[in-house]
């Protein structure tokens, strides 16, 4: 379908393939951008948290144009017991300042508006296109792809493969494993529509601000996962994710799960009477550090999801993809300039400029975290949060017991669930891992 | 208080363009199935896969929202051939 040549082809157009086409076509590389969805954004899933800090590297001005929803002036970390929450909350006025850290975001409509200033710096985008397969020549090199239109081959010096957690291509040229149960999370959402003045008012909210929850407990029962709620302008974003292999252990549905969220006595006072105008689901990479395949190779790299790039912990996954684009495509960039070929060698480039950001360091700083809440999730997830909520209510309700029979009742459910010795291990842990 | 009733009602907020008699995933036919494949009938976020008054699982992929849950869950082991639907076909998302 198309003759010539390109200097990159992306596969995808989210988060990593947007800013590793804009990064490259900005400073004059030619390139095309292959998506499978009717128009960028259409097949993408997020929560979904914007950090302003990591597109501002790549649209300084774009809080002029963006379709942005709110920006975030407070966090909520709630533990969930079953009728219960204990609740971390974090506000601060200085949020609101002149270019807020973090907003929320609808990502079809942002991807959409992203995808257009990737076009406005002379990127080809081609939509309503699903690439079948990398073409490789006879010594392997990646050299260009092949997709779902007639005559469809198409040549390029690097392949820049952006393709999301469920990438095919990477896969099934053997360039990378597929992601193993234990390593996706499984997570579902709805948009929930209400009035912009209803969602202000249950939520403390002047104007713009925005408030995220993420909550954790035995919504999952027992399983590794976290439930959340993110307000948009006219919307709220609820959602709810576990591990594969705990679902596939477990046998609730992912809608079933989120349905008894929605229903909590904590949450469902902040969605009544919304309309709900879509479900959608998405996995997660939760592996971290230890999972992350083979970045780069004769020919093409790998960014975003599609390399597993998402910190589980601080639930960043977008800024990891939107970093790892920009400096992919500022690898090649530099390669391309030097007038040197792209070959493994010299793409090796990608990593180094990856592994001195924030996202290796952070990925590495958290590498045993995964494992570790997957192995303990009935005590970190379950377990905890009941014995949490028990504590809190022994603490409030007054009812004529002394105190110091009511603290020795509440150490004495901690000891009887997980012995010294567990509560011990179990806090020494945790420390480890967040080392 | 059905869920499968639940889901359907769900899955109709979506808009979807059904690429029709050219499903994008295939089960392997089986006389027992295997328990990833069975685990489907209550992960699928879609409530795609479901099992037969005879012990079999079969798919109706049409409100499928590729996540890829079931290729995460049964690709490896053959029980299921997955690809994406072709360019512009398959679930729409309006917000995502």
Not at chain 2, 26 to 49: D, F, Q, V
Request: net charge neutral.
């Amino acid at each position: 379908m198309i003759e010539e040549r390109f200097d990159a082809i992306v596969i995808g157009a989210g988060m990593a393939g947007n800013a590793a086409a804009h990064t490259m076509a900005s400073r004059g590389l030619k390139v095309l951008q292959l998506e499978r969805g009717e128009y960028p954004g259409s097949k993408n899933v997020q929560g979904a948290i914007l950090y302003a800090d990591m597109v501002e590297k790549i649209i300084p001005n774009f809080r002029e144009e963006a379709p942005l929803e709110r920006h975030l002036v407070e966090q909520r970390f709630w533990m969930m017991g079953d009728r219960s929450h204990t609740a971390i909350q974090y506000r601060n006025d200085d949020f609101n300042e002149d270019k807020p850290n973090r907003y929320t975001i609808v990502r079809s409509q942002f991807d959409r508006w992203f995808s257009k200033e990737v076009q406005a710096q002379g990127a080809i985008v081609i939509c309503e296109t699903t690439v079948m397969e990398l073409v490789s020549d006879a010594y392997g090199k990646v050299i260009g792809v092949r997709t779902d239109r007639r005559g469809g081959t198409i040549f390029a010096d690097v392949v820049v493969l952006c393709e999301g957690v469920n990438g095919l291509l990477g896969t099934r040229a053997g360039l990378r494993p597929s992601p193993k149960p234990e390593h996706v999370a499984l997570a579902v959402k709805e948009m929930h529509f209400l009035p912009r003045e209803t969602i202000e008012a249950r939520f403390n909210l002047h104007g713009d601000e925005g408030v995220v929850v993420e909550a954790a407990g035995v919504i999952s029962k027992g399983m590794t996962g976290m439930g959340f709620v993110y307000t948009n302008k006219e919307s709220i974003s609820v959602g709810m994710g576990c591990l594969v292999s705990d679902f596939a252990e477990n046998k609730d549905t992912p809608y079933g799960l989120l349905e008894a969220f929605k229903n909590h006595p904590s949450i469902k006072p902040l969605l009544e009477g919304s309309e709900v105008k879509e479900y959608a689901a998405h996995l997660i990479p939760e592996g971290g550090y230890n999972t992350i395949p083979e970045l780069f190779g004769d020919g093409w790299v790998v960014c975003g999801d599609a390399a597993q790039l998402n910190n589980a912990i601080h639930r960043e996954g977008s800024n990891l993809a939107l970093t790892s684009g920009r400096l992919a495509g500022e690898a090649i960039f530099q390669i391309k300039s030097r007038k040197d070929a792209m070959t493994k060698q010299n793409l090796a480039l990608y990593k180094k400029l990856l592994d001195d950001s924030f996202v290796m360091k952070d990925l590495k700083k958290y590498k045993d975290m995964p494992a570790l809440l997957h192995a303990n999730s009935q005590n970190y997830f379950l377990a905890y949060p009941q014995l949490v909520s028990k504590a809190m209510e022994n603490f409030l309700r007054v009812d004529g017991t002394p105190k110091l029979d009511k603290e020795k009742a509440t150490i004495g459910a901690f000891i009887k669930e997980r012995k010294w010795s567990g509560l011990f291990g179990d806090a020494w842990k945790l420390a480890r891992a967040w080392r | 208080m059905s869920l499968a009733a639940r889901v359907e009602e769900k899955l109709y907020q979506n808009r979807y363009l059904v690429d029709a008699g050219k499903p994008h995933i295939a089960i392997r036919p089986h006389e027992k199935p295997s328990e990833n494949l069975l685990a489907m009938t209550h992960i699928c976020p879609a409530g795609c896969y479901s099992e037969t008054s005879s012990g079999q699982v079969e798919i109706t992929p049409d409100g499928c929202l590729e996540c890829g849950t079931c290729r995460v869950l049964c690709e490896a082991s053959g029980d299921i051939t997955w690809n994406y639907p072709r360019g512009g076909f398959g679930v729409l998302f309006k917000f995502g």
